[in-house]
């Protein structure tokens, strides 16, 4: 009778799980096994808010395997002490598990494969979170893309349709003792803040498959327009399900595709720009794969004599609080703190007015959107903060600096947006929010703060500081 551990990191579904399927078709007994071990990912452990998504991704994951008679054996410590340690319990002679991406990941893997194989155990590593593995796609010179357009064209290219998805069951799973609760990895708060997280997520793969089903129904059908206006739900909100991998993007295709196959010819909706936009994810991995060192530097290296701003404990304050007086950043920020998540459009500006208004260096943002964000993700928190200060691949220009105010007149013209995170300022017409420092009064009335800083100034000294650099 073959037994096979089955690890688990960021692949917490059971549907369209490669390495999971892989063991339950070889292999007569099953254990599925989550080693608990942020250590062994420093510098870039999981924030307080990936971490609450864990602990119920987790649960979820749990009650899913507990509906076959199973269950997630969960441990802490080393990852090779513990799979050693399961083996010699469980008489295993394979283990299984989906690819990670991120360079600790890929170092970790390679150590674990190795020791574990000169153990005697058989090692298989399978595709589990992209469409297409990130060292899959190279240029016409055999050289990594550094441009999205031409890399989205050859991904979408390639892309089959497809497939029907199972769900993994296993012959037999099997059940050891000693698997530690969910809650005694210590993941959720000691003191409470995450109301507003759990009343605006459901982590696990049924909250997946629910945000995919709305999405499908109504904001694909306008989303090239309706993923810029913050006020709606016109995004699909699925990226912390992706970052866990609660859900995969063959899934997400698929289901579209069919939902749009299945209405009226004359009102099939375009899906390109959304799957466009999960092109994005896939070149942020693309990028971290090949450029491994751009969480902590920058990835053009003309921008490692730019002239950033002292670091200003009390100043970088005010932006992570939402206390900046600038409206649109002080909603993002709310938001954030709130939700665990920000509008798209809205981290942009919030970004900008963070590296060139303030000239704040792109990390203090990148390691604050680490902390709080659900959707934390290595490879796209590199690629966005970076693309918004200019020195990324790709990147918009330095001197493209957003202006807040003209942002939320165009995306947030009622101030629906506004007035929902900033509610001394609900009372207050569009025109003041998007004008606030022409209505000094009204402002100070709500007590809501002066803006910190002069937009047009702020501008034109971060644009300064470009211009030094030499060319």
Sequence with gaps: MSTALVLFRHDLRLADNAALTAACLAHDRVLPVFVHAPHEQAPWEPGAASRWWLHHGLEALRGQLAAQAGDLHLVAGDTLDQLRALVRATGATDVHWNRQHEPDGIARDTVLKAALRADGIAVHSHAGALWSEPWTLATDASQPYRVFTPYWRKLRASLPEPRPLPVARAREWLRLPGSLPTAALGLLPTIRWDDGLASNWTPGEAGARELLEIFA???????????????????????????????????????????????????HPDLEPYLRELGWREFAHHLLYHFPHTPNANFNPRFD???????????????????????????????????????????????????????????????????????????????????????????????????????????????????????????????????????????????????????????????????????
Excluded at 225 to 246: N, Q
Excluded at 329 to 357: C, I, P, Q, Y
Aim: hydrophobic residues 45%; positive net charge.
């Design 217 to 267: 129904d109504d904001a694909v059908s306008d989303y090239a327009k309706g993923r810029d206006l913050p006020a709606r739900h016109g995004t699909s909100r699925l990226s912390p399900h992706l970052h866990f991998g609660e859900i995969t993007p063959r899934q997400i295709q698929r289901t579209l595709q069919d939902r749009a196959a299945a209405t009226d010819a004359r009102r």
């Design 305 to 471: 004599g730019f002239r950033w701003a002292a670091a200003d404990d009390a100043l970088l304050e005010r932006w992570q609080r939402g206390r900046t007086g600038i409206p649109l950043v002080d909603a993002g920020l709310r938001e954030l703190w709130h939700t665990g998540w920000m509008h798209n459009r809205v981290r942009m500006v919030v970004a900008s007015f963070l590296t060139k208004n303030l000239r704040q260096h792109w990390q203090h943002g990148a390691r604050w959107f680490w902390d709080t964000l659900v959707d934390a993700d290595l490879a796209n928190n590199t690629l966005g903060w970076q693309w918004v200060a200019g020195c990324g691949a790709d990147a918009a220009p330095y001197f493209r600096v957003f202006n807040p105010h003209l942002q939320a007149a165009r995306f947030d013209p009622e101030a629906a947006y506004l007035k929902r995170w900033l509610p001394e300022l609900a009372a207050l017409p569009a025109k003041v929010l998007h004008e606030p420092w022409r209505h000094p009064s009204a402002l100070a009335a709500c007590g809501y703060p002066a803006p910190m800083i002069d937009l047009a100034a702020s501008r034109d000294a971060a644009l300064a500081a470009w211009s030094a650099l030499p060319r």
